[in-house]
Nanobody
């Protein structure tokens, strides 16, 4: 019973910025990796950025230097700061979290509903 709600998407001109946020709620759990994925029409879903429980980050080459992922563990949120947006960044962005359960020990993967980001010229 974990829910992810993304916010912050919208329409922005090329070169502009947006900040996406993902709020995680539900039953008690321990968050491991958190990340952002995106899917453009006609394309496969791809990893944009992720951040581990230890703070290690990983970015797609296409967004390096422009996007920043971060997390606020006390608030159970993950954000994606997107700067210098390009037309190619237009996509539905999805929040993803990995949840670790115990008794039995297992790993679960959860996805948000997605938020549309449209970059215009």
């Amino acid at each position: 019973q974990v829910q992810l709600v993304e916010s912050g998407g919208g329409l922005v001109q090329a070169g502009g910025s947006l900040r996406l946020s993902c709020a995680v709620s539900g039953s008690t759990f321990s968050l491991n990796d958190m990340g952002w994925y995106r899917q453009a029409p006609g394309k496969q879903r791809e990893l944009v950025a992720k951040i581990s429980s230890g703070g290690s980050t990983n970015y797609a080459d296409s967004v390096k230097g422009r996007f920043t992922i971060g997390r606020h563990n006390a608030e159970n949120t993950v954000y994606l700061q997107m700067n210098s947006l390009k037309l190619e960044d237009t996509a539905v962005y999805y929040c993803n979290v990995v949840v670790v359960r115990t008794r039995p020990l297992r790993v679960e993967d959860y996805w948000g509903q997605g938020t549309q980001v449209t970059v215009s010229s």
